[in-house]
Each structure stands twice: as C-alpha cells, then as structure tokens.
C-alpha cells in the first residue's frame, strides 16, 4: 500500500502532518461509530488540543504524521501517528530494547507511535468504522504504517493500547508482534449504590474502604464537589494545573502537558471533563481530572498542594465508582500501573500492543522476549486476581 500525496481512484494513504488538516466529521465518525462506547481520547477535538497546545510536536519530540486511507475524495480509515526521537510519555516501556539495540551497532531512534500521546488509555488504534471491508482496510493502514516507517528511516513501529481484536487480527497475520502488560480496571455489576458494590466485597475489604473513606471525607475543613461542562471555569483549570505541576513534577520530572492544553480540552469537550475537587474554603486543594466515555469514566490526572491519608484514593478511586454507579457506566479505568488499586476494587486487566520491527535479527531477539514476557503477565494477573477484595461467593 503506496503512502501518497495524491489523489487518486485507487485506496491510498495520505500523510498529514497535522490532524487539523483531516476533516473533523470524517475522522470521528470512523473513531466512535457508536455512541454507545465512545472513547473521548480518540477524537479529533483531543488530539488537536494536544497539538494547538504546544503540548505535541516537533518540539516534544512528537511529530505528527497521521494516516489517512483515502480513495474517491473519502476518508475510509485513519490512524494517529507520530514520529518519535525518544520514548517518553508512552507508558509501554521499550527503553530495553533501545539500548540493546544500539549497543549492538543499530539506530533505534527515530520510531514510529500508533497512540494517543501521554495517554495510557486502551482504545481502537486502526480507525476504520465497522461494516463490510473494514478488516481490509485496517490491514491497508497497517500496511501504510511499515511503509512510512521505511520512508522515515524509523526503526519500528508501536502501536500501543489498541484493542484486544487489533491485536488478535494484526498479530496474527501481518508479521507485528504481539505484546501484553495490565492495568487496574473497576467493573460495574449493575451496582444501584456504593453500599450495593461494598457488599460484594469480603468483610475486612469491606470495612477497610469504609475506615478509608471517613478518614479522607472527615478531613477538618475539607469540602468534596464535582464540576463538569460549562461549571468549569479558567480559575478550575489554574488550581488543577498547579495539582497536576506539583503531583507530576515528583512522579516524572517534567509534565507533559501545558496549561494551554487544559484550556483547549475544556472549550472542546467541557462536556466529557469532571473534576472532582477538594476545597478549603475558597481554595481547592486537590483534584482529579474524569473524562466521561460512553461506557466508561477514565480517571486521568490527579495532584494535591495538600497531602492527607487517604485523600487520593477518595478522589481518584472511590468517587469514581460512586460516579460510574451513578450515570450507569459500564466500568471506570483509573491510568496506568497500580497494584493499590487491587484493595479498592479494581481487578487487573491486560493490555495490548503490537510492534513492527524493521531488522529481522532484532526482530526475532524481540519476539522470544515477547512470548516469555506475555506468559510471564498471564500468570501474573492470575495470582493478582487471587488477592482482589471481591466475597468469593460473590463470584461464583
């Protein structure tokens, strides 16, 4: 599959180098065809506060080149991509792979990223709507997506957080490896209350979330409230970013995104934002930042200039579930990493990727690591799931 600049009566693909220059409608009616299961982090409005912001680009190391399946003047598929100098804000570590690379004599940078950037959310990767021919085209942009790294001098390509059937389908025949890792997830069993979701749990989880709780909602002083939509104003947005600046300053080092970027995000999707603040009588404190999907709430970013026990599992974890119960959400996805999360009802769930290697002797080297590092999680999330809060009758 030829990746071209012209049009043509032919299925090409089309880079562009920013998203803005895609069309809004056709780039969103092939990443959420259904409501239902809508995935904020995959549409136009997200990706293009990213790159308005300055958060994304050349700059940052990520330089957008986006795939678009044309053909007839019609967008059937795209994908986002970007040209890579580093491995930062990924969240599916290949430093490993890297460095032996390079000690071995290779080039490892530049790479090729199929992800939303500073987002370790699962979600479609290939954009292809649904209906007759959409596997073909998913296996075009596959396609296009070795063949600009070939054009690029990229070493590989990751495609990260897809979905377990891209990862099935591209795994199996396209020559991309197949990786694993896990995440914490909290699943909605038709839950009516937060009390109904705490009798599912054995008694001593059960009073452990319960001690928990009073402690963070008893804290002197301190007040709980939900913001959302048009409710959040710019001064919102100034108090979560000192959170986020302070909390992601001593977790990374240096914050991926700028202060712009919350501005932008909440012009275009107010709606899918919830913050859920702590405040001290006219200052706030804490917070966490939801984006509201379809048939999940993604806890994202959480930060504090106060530190209290408890308060952040409050705030990222339990206020989610009571979120989640509340609009009938199917489950809430709380970031990357976590094995804390497991006592508070969120039970590990794999996650995947797949790589495309250009070098066939690195290539094989990577694949026998792959297939011990994917048992090695299966049999990991295993033993996790042994030790989750939920009553064993509860599962039966």
Request: glycine share 8%.
């Amino acid at each position: 599959m030829p990746v071209s600049a012209e049009p043509s009566a032919e299925p090409h693909i089309r880079v562009h180098p920013a998203i803005e220059s895609i069309d809004a409608a056709a780039w969103d009616a092939l990443a959420n065809p259904d409501p239902a299961t809508l995935n904020p982090f995959i549409t136009h409005a997200f990706l293009l506060a990213l790159e308005r912001s300055g958060s994304v680009g050349r700059r940052t190391g990520w330089s957008p080149c986006h795939l678009a399946l044309e053909q007839d003047g019609a967008i059937t598929g795209v994908a986002p991509c970007y040209l890579k100098s580093h491995s930062k804000g990924e969240y599916v570590f290949d430093y490993g792979w890297a460095e032996a690379y390079e000690r071995a004599g290779g080039r490892y940078y530049p790479k090729l990223q199929m992800a939303v950037p500073f987002t370790p959310v699962p979600g479609r990767r290939f954009l292809v709507g649904a209906g007759e021919g959409a596997e073909a085209r998913e296996q075009m942009l596959v396609a296009g997506a070795a063949a600009l790294a070939k054009e690029t001098n990229a070493s590989s390509v990751h495609a990260t957080f897809l979905t377990e059937d891209e990862w099935s389908r591209i795994g199996a025949g396209s020559g991309w490896l197949r990786r694993t890792d896990q995440q914490f997830h909290w699943q909605n069993a038709d839950y009516a209350t937060f009390d109904d979701f705490l009798a599912s749990l054995a008694s001593r989880k059960r009073k452990a979330v319960r001690k928990e709780r009073a402690e963070a909602q008893g804290i002197p002083g301190l007040a709980i409230e939900h913001v959302t939509g048009r409710e959040i104003t710019e001064a919102h947005w100034d108090a979560f970013f000192d959170f986020y600046m302070e909390t992601g300053s001593r977790k990374w080092g240096r914050p991926y995104l700028n202060r712009k970027f919350f501005s932008l995000l909440g012009e275009a999707m107010g709606d899918r934002c919830l913050l859920v603040m702590a405040r001290r009588g006219d200052q706030y404190v804490a917070g966490a930042l939801n984006l509201i999907g379809g048939d999940c709430l993604y806890g994202r970013y959480w930060g504090a200039v106060e530190h209290h026990p408890f308060l952040h599992f409050e705030l990222c974890y339990y206020q989610a579930i009571e979120i989640a119960i509340a609009r009938k959400l199917a489950r809430v996805e709380a970031g990357a990493q976590g094995e804390h999360k497991l006592a508070r009802g969120y039970m590990p769930t794999p996650t995947y990727s797949v790589h495309w290697i250009a070098d066939p002797g690195f290539r094989r080297a990577v694949e026998r690591y792959l297939v011990e590092e994917r048992d090695f999680m299966a049999q990991q999330r295993l033993a996790l799931a042994e030790y989750g809060p939920y009553r064993k009758d509860a599962c039966d």
